[in-house]
């Protein structure tokens, strides 16, 4: 499948709740999966960031989103939704393929519950917290298909900053340290 172009900061599609999926198991369910595969991929080569993507950065208004951390399988969920949340909030970088020359400090929950459909329309949940900053990954991800982005949730202008202050300052010390700058 072709590499996508991500739908970037400003763009009313990003600011669209995503509709439910019907049915995971359809053909157009899979390509759009590789599709946020491949452009995750080529994102991921092209800059050294990018863990996760979600189908309305493709414009593509599905409640999709598509992970790959490193080391890790592929894991693309199908209607994910956060069922339970700590209470214990942090403090952590974020920033996204639809604005990567922004990063700013957001505040996440600790740890949370997702229920999500696979490929099969099989219903799973997944318990994640700091582990591989799975948790504000998921979050991030999630909040995609509401319609709410990572500016949506600064904790302090005053850390906003560019991706070559940020790799100058911070990545070192950030879950983006995992992956290695080009």
């Known amino acids: 499948m072709p590499v996508r172009p991500i739908v970037q900061l400003g763009d009313p599609r990003l600011r669209e709740t995503a509709i439910p999926v019907k049915d995971p198991r359809l053909p157009e ?3 759009l999966v590789k599709d ?3 452009t995750l991929a080529h994102w991921r080569t092209r800059t050294g960031y990018g863990r996760g993507i979600a189908a309305p950065q493709l414009g593509v208004s599905l409640q999709v989103i598509f992970l790959q951390l ?5 894991w693309p969920l199908v209607n994910p939704e956060i069922i339970e949340r ?11 393929l639809s604005f990567l020359s922004i990063f700013m400090q957001v505040e996440r929950h600790r740890a949370i519950t997702v229920r999500y459909q696979d490929a099969g329309a ?3 949940e997944v ?3 700091d582990d591989r900053n799975l948790s ?3 979050q991030h991800e999630i909040d995609h298909l509401d319609g709410i982005l990572a500016v949506d949730r600064i904790t302090d202008v005053k850390t906003l900053c560019t991706r070559e202050e940020f790799e100058k300052r911070y990545r070192a010390s950030s879950p983006y340290a ?3 700058a080009k």
């Open 29 to 31: 369910v899979s390509l």
């Open 36 to 38: 946020l595969a491949d």
């Open 70 to 74: 490193p080391g890790a399988e592929a």
């Open 86 to 96: 700590s209470r214990e909030k942090i403090v952590v970088w974020d920033a996204c």
């Open 122 to 124: 099989e219903w799973h």
């Open 127 to 129: 318990q994640a917290s």
């Open 136 to 138: 504000e990954l998921l």
């Open 178 to 180: 995992l992956i290695p």
